[in-house]
């Protein structure tokens, strides 16, 4: 949608983007979830709550309709996650390049770890696969299925 410029050093994030003028009209939790896919809709909405993420300067609401042309901000503190570790789980590579990877994620793969998953997830294989990934907030992953989803 927009053009996102970032730093990220350990434990925070500090992001900007502009909202594009095709977005006028919209909610604003949508638009942030496009412009921002590296982190889940509840955080994004948690920082707006808490000052963190800021609108031409403001907190609004979520489902505030968004105009075209306003400032994002984000300057938060990503919380511990632990370390997720790397494990070698086959992956179906539909496309890869220096800067993309496609998988078709097969149903019954938990896509991150968390409460009861903590290993054997899409993250804990993109690791093994790639290990630059460690560097990246939730492994690069954009886009998060369901476990039954493919």
């Excluded at 977005?23 to 949508?30: E, F, K, M, P, T």
């Excluded at 370390?83 to 938990?110: C, S, T």
């Excluded at 990246?136 to 493919?150: F, K, N, Q, S």
Aim: charge should be negative.
């Amino acid at each position: 949608m927009s053009e996102v410029n970032e730093q990220q050093g350990s434990g925070w994030v500090e992001q900007t983007a502009v909202v594009p003028a095709a977005a006028a009209g919209r909610r604003l939790d949508a638009v942030l979830a496009e412009l921002f896919p590296a982190f889940s809709r509840s955080r994004l909405q948690r920082w707006l709550k808490e000052g963190a993420l800021t609108v031409d300067g403001d907190s609004p609401r979520g489902r505030t309709p968004v105009r075209g042309g306003e400032e994002i901000v984000i300057r938060a503190e990503l919380p511990d996650e632990g370390p997720v570790e790397a494990e070698a789980i086959p992956l179906e590579i539909v496309f890869e390049d220096a800067a993309l990877l496609v998988i078709n994620k097969p149903a019954g793969l938990v896509v991150h770890p968390g409460a009861g998953n903590s290993a054997g997830t899409l993250q804990n294989a993109l690791l093994h696969h790639d290990p630059r990934l460690h560097a990246v907030p939730r492994a690069g992953i954009v886009h998060r299925l369901g476990r039954d989803t493919t």
